[in-house]
């Protein structure tokens, strides 16, 4: 069993639709990232949480420390939402354990 | 500069070459990060380096890879007697400090023929 767990594993959505993407995991942790990886492969770090909920934009990132649980939601998803979003959470000696990412496709 | 940079981009070499990938974190940034993303495969973590020193070395897959960073900015990772089992997009990242946001860089694309 993988310490992090991503499902779905692929999502697809039409514009405008709300999006949930979940991650749990098995160990303690410091902080849990969310990430994003466009197509071409590139990758951006959206947020880095250790209790709560952050807002950026569209997205919403939130965290269940007691649970172990987090989830990533995109309010008013667009076809340039469409990539790989990836949990990881920062476990000992500052070591990021990844999940193995969601594919998100958002089609017009 | 105004990001992460790697060096080079893309590199094929033979099996049993060695090859040596550079980053080039952004500057003021002490933490520094290598992963792995093997083709179809997730994020792997290899190696962190808080200044010039590495902690943490227990990511690297076997003995043949090596990383070092010197002056607590530019950090190179060696592969020795490359295997294709190699193959893969190796990625740095950065951050002011490693409880910080990390930034990532491009990634070089390496494949072992």
């Known amino acids: 069993k993988n310490e992090v767990e991503q499902s779905p594993q692929n999502l697809t959505a039409q514009e405008g639709e709300f999006i949930t993407i979940n991650c749990s995991y098995s160990?303690?942790?410091?902080?849990l990232h969310w990430l994003q990886q466009h197509p071409g492969g590139g990758i951006v770090s959206l947020f880095m949480l250790s209790s709560g909920k952050k807002k950026h934009g569209r997205l919403i990132a939130t965290i269940n420390i007691q649970e172990k649980h987090s989830s990533l939601h995109i309010t008013a998803s667009h076809p340039r939402d469409s990539a790989v979003y990836i949990c990881a959470v920062r476990w000992t000696a500052d070591k990021l354990i990844f999940g193995t990412g969601t594919r998100l496709q958002v089609f017009p | 500069g105004a990001g992460v940079s790697q060096s080079p981009s893309n590199k094929v070499t033979e099996k049993g070459k060695d090859v040596e990938l550079r980053c080039d974190p952004i500057?003021?940034?002490?933490?520094l990060y290598w992963y792995r993303q093997s083709l179809g495969q997730g994020l792997e973590f290899l190696i962190y380096?808080?200044?010039?020193?590495?902690?943490?070395k227990s990511g690297l897959p076997s003995d043949r890879f090596s990383a070092e960073r010197t002056g607590g900015s530019v950090s190179t990772l060696t592969i020795q007697r490359t295997q294709q089992e190699d193959s893969a997009v190796y990625l740095c990242a950065s951050s002011l400090s490693s409880q910080e946001t990390q930034y990532f860089g491009p990634g070089t694309r390496l494949l072992v023929l």
């Open positions: 500057s003021g940034h002490t933490a």
């Open positions: 380096f808080q200044g010039n020193s590495a902690p943490d």
């Open positions: 160990v303690g942790i410091s902080a």
